[in-house]
């Protein structure tokens, strides 16, 4: 692929600025309606300031103290700035927000260059059309607690958003501050920049605009490095204890059974996100044929965009073979970083690439019919639109089936954009558009073999889009089409919005949270320590105390293998699981019913705990001290 590396800026995209604002506000306008939610970078930041007392042994001391990232010195300065969970946990739900919307509606724009191209990939976005193609990583929209990964793929991807809107001493800046934000999910943006150090070497372009870049690039970095180190040295502990030292047989075999047996983030992903993956590739390959013979700006934006996302699956799918060649031998280099996410980066650019070709402009792209793209654009829209009302009258077992998800949306888009693509790609040539052709009825065949439901959708947006190239005149409602996407649009957006709301919880508090730390604090254990059920969640966050294990607890191995033996000793003693093997035969929960009250002694008495949370259902032959809906605080005697 032939990439052109020259930023000569084009005309401004209309409305872009303004739609920019829009959303920007409409994050804001989101999370007031809906409630700040807990996030995830508030239980660290608790640990970090001090805010929750940990034994100073306790791996998550050790993780946070160790987990150099702006997004964690961000909160903290906030916690700071502003004590209490509102204003932490407010500013990271925007910035999810932020981080879901904004890369598909810039790089909508981009593509399409036509801001209402941005507005209706953002607004797919939102509805979760995506979300059923989850690699090993998962995806989130709304609500979500777990934005570190989300919110890191939304900023790499505003970067290249930016370079793709020409905007390279701004796009240069933000992968120099992605280190601060998320180093793990900078690789692939170094690959980039490499790209096109050797396009520029390969064809030079004037040099004005390319050395601000490389000036906005440094300055990124000596950004990065500040940031960074402010935070450690404002929130350094002098007093860690390291985990204690293991032999390095014993390190890996622990980090490989986690990763073979419980580790979901880092396995091969199945194959929902290959056939996603190759339905991209088909879908760039078209639209690049497409462009070949149409003199348009995008052309500059398409190019770049692949560019970016064919260095991502090159390294995703370079260390899946790495992985599947060795097993459980791969070196923990490859795997640590969690490579798979990178897939996460392709369904945004996926839906902006949609809405770009799907969306007419005023000036007419080449493979464009405007009245059959208005239609196939506005029949998916309203399906997401009546989506709630179908849900509701559709009896049970038809909408658990078929309408309980928006990815139908997405199939239908395939099929949409595919025949409307191919009649015109290489200036419709015959060998050309039938082997497209060939090509793409092949994947919606595979596609029936994995989804039936998805290959019916992708065959109805086919249908609609035969229908309306052929009997769908184009008289003067195409001067109405933006409005027409638009009042869909709103009705989408007003709808997410009225759901919000309706579900409103601001930062909730369970009851039997609320009742336990007020008996901790009665009975004057307000810095106490529970030990917690397996996997549970923001059990800390909403009591205030110290937990021994959270549902992340054995997920710092996989990114910190030196804390490996030291969290499977934990654990084996705790709950009964051994890493380094498959699931032991006797669920956790019959553990912690069958151990006696000695054993609990031993147990608290090595780890520094005196209470113990049950999950509904679990008895304990200890001494209750609170009951609510089930679950019980129990105290050891």
């Known amino acids: 692929m032939s990439v052109n590396t020259s930023i000569e800026k084009p005309a401004p995209i209309r409305g872009l600025r303004a739609g920019l604002a829009g959303w920007l506000v409409f994050a804001i306008a989101l999370v007031a309606l809906r409630g700040v939610r807990w996030d995830e970078n508030y239980e660290f930041t608790q640990v970090l300031t001090g805010a929750v007392k940990y034994p100073v042994w306790h791996p998550l001391v050790f993780w946070v103290h160790h987990l150099y990232t702006g997004q964690l010195y961000l909160t903290a300065f906030l916690m700071e700035a502003f004590p209490g969970a509102f204003a932490a946990n407010a500013v990271r739900n925007v910035f999810f927000v932020w981080a879901t919307v904004l890369p598909p509606y810039l790089l909508g724009a981009a593509l399409g260059r036509n801001a209402l191209a941005g507005h209706v990939a953002a607004v797919l976005m939102l509805a979760g059309i995506t979300i059923d193609f989850n690699a090993s990583y998962p995806q989130f929209v709304l ?278 693509l191919i009649p015109h790609v290489a200036g419709g040539r015959r060998p050309v558009r039938n082997a497209a052709a060939v090509i793409a009825i092949t994947v919606l065949l595979v596609t029936a073999f994995y989804h039936q439901f998805g290959a019916v959708c992708a065959a109805a947006g086919a249908m609609t889009a035969l229908f309306a190239r052929r009997m769908v005149p184009a008289p003067g409602w195409l001067r109405y089409r933006s409005e027409i996407i638009g009042s869909l649009l709103f009705i989408i957006v007003a709808q997410i919005a009225i759901h919000e709301f309706v579900h409103r919880e601001h930062l909730a508090r369970g009851k039997f949270e609320g009742v336990a730390a007020a008996y901790l604090q009665e009975q004057g254990e307000s810095k106490a320590l529970l030990a917690s059920p397996m996997g549970q969640v923001l059990l800390q966050a909403q009591t205030g105390h110290a937990v021994l294990a959270d549902l992340a607890t054995p997920f710092l191995i996989g990114y910190r293998t030196s804390m490996g033996p030291q969290i499977n000793t934990m654990y084996t003693d705790l709950y009964g699981v051994d890493f380094r093997f498959p699931s032991p035969g006797r669920h956790w929960k019959q553990v912690w019913a069958e151990r006696s009250p000695e054993e609990w002694r031993r147990l608290g008495a090595t780890y520094g705990f005196r209470f113990v949370v049950a999950p509904e259902g679990v008895i304990l032959s200890l001494d209750e001290a609170v009951a609510v809906n089930g679950r019980r605080l129990y105290r050891i005697r």
């Open 143 to 420: 609500p979500g607690m777990f934005s570190n990964g989300h919110v890191g793929t939304g900023f790499a991807l505003v970067a290249i958003a930016a370079f793709a809107l020409r905007r390279p001493a701004l796009a240069f800046f933000l992968i120099g501050l992605m280190p601060a934000v998320h180093i793990g999910q900078t690789p692939q943006l170094i690959l980039f920049i490499g790209f096109l150090l050797l396009a520029r070497w390969l064809r030079p372009q004037r040099k004005g605009a390319w050395r601000r870049a490389d000036f906005a690039l440094l300055g990124g970095l000596a950004a990065s490095t500040a940031i960074l180190a402010a935070g450690y040295f404002a929130w350094r502990d002098t007093a860690l204890i390291t985990p204690p030292a293991t032999p390095a047989r014993d390190v890996h075999a622990i980090w490989a059974g986690w990763v073979s047996y419980y580790d979901m983030h880092r396995r091969p992903p199945g194959i929902l996100p290959i056939l996603f993956t190759v339905v991209f590739i088909l879908f760039a390959y078209l639209t690049l044929l497409g462009l070949g013979f149409a003199k348009d700006p995008a052309k500059f934006a398409w190019p770049i965009t692949i560019l970016y996302v064919g260095g991502a699956l090159l390294i995703a799918l370079s260390v899946m073979l790495v992985q599947i060649l060795l097993g459980p031998q791969v070196p923990e280099f490859f795997l640590t970083w969690v490579p798979y996410r990178l897939w996460n980066h392709l369904p945004p650019i996926l839906v902006a690439g949609l809405a770009a070709v799907l969306v007419p402009r005023f000036d007419r792209e080449p493979w464009q019919a405007p009245a059959a793209s208005t239609v196939c654009v506005a029949v998916a829209l309203a399906f997401l639109a009546i989506g709630p009302t179908l849900r509701a009258l559709a009896p049970i077992e038809l909408a658990s089936r078929y309408l309980s998800s928006t990815t139908p949306a997405l199939f239908y888009l395939f099929g949409a954009v595919f025949t409307l």
